[in-house]
Antibody, heavy 122, light 108 residues
């Protein structure tokens, strides 16, 4: 059974940093593109960043470019999101999600974790 | 950036009735579109990919159609457990991957 379990969320002050983790199990983690998707309180879904299987390609939504860094450790079946210079607008539930890839083409998400809450407030 | 627009924002449907949800893309995404269901307090779940293919384990009452810029998710006979917010998402041109704003389905 595919499982994605996020951790690392919490309350952080504006301007602070936080590192999220996602532990993957039930599949060969190193074969999949992975993403972080967030959801602000009462709002819709927003894709944040994704990373290629070997970590050689990384993409970000403009609003986090330069502040967030996605990474992975295939030996530990883990995905990470290092977040810095946090603002209230980054307050959200952060989900780890697995991509389906067809002939090297990244497509939709087929599995999601339960999310970890990040709250940026003084 | 491809903007995804969903309508209506809220849909109230009686049990057993048909629910029709719409999603429009600002430019053609061909059939590179997925639908997700998010029940209260839960993570999203994949319903449809490739605009019309049901994901594993998804009941046959859920169907997707459309191509290009206009897409529809139909729930043929609404069940009480279908109370949720439904999101469309394009994966034709990215970054960024983009979602619609969601349609909340209420049980009348």
């Amino acid at each position: 059974e595919v499982q994605l379990v996020e951790s690392g969320g919490g309350l952080v002050q504006p301007g602070g940093s936080l590192r999220l983790s996602c532990a993957a199990s039930g599949f060969t983690f190193s074969r999949y593109w992975m993403s972080w998707v967030r959801q602000a309180p009462g709002k819709g879904l927003e894709w944040v960043a994704n990373i290629r299987q070997d970590g050689s390609e990384k993409y970000y939504v403009d609003s986090v470019e330069g502040r967030f860094t996605i990474s992975r450790d295939n030996a530990k079946d883990s995905l990470f999101l290092q977040m810095s210079s946090l603002t209230a607008e980054d307050t959200a539930i952060y989900y780890c999600a697995r991509h389906i890839t067809i002939f090297q083409v990244v497509t939709n998400f087929d599995h999601w974790g339960q999310g970890t809450q990040v709250t940026v407030s003084s | 950036e491809i903007v995804m627009t969903q309508s209506p924002a809220t849909l109230s449907v009686s049990p057993g009735e048909r629910a029709t949800l719409s999603c429009r893309a600002s430019q053609s995404v061909i059939s590179n579109l997925a639908w997700y269901q998010q029940k209260p307090g839960q993570a999203p779940r994949l319903l449809i990919y490739g605009a019309s293919t049901r994901a594993t384990g998804i009941p046959a009452r859920f169907s997707g159609s459309g191509s290009g810029t206009e897409f529809t998710l139909t729930i043929s006979s609404l069940q009480s457990e279908d109370l949720a917010v439904y999101y469309c998402q394009q994966y034709k041109d990215w970054p960024p991957l983009t979602f619609g704003g969601g349609t909340k389905v209420e049980i009348k």
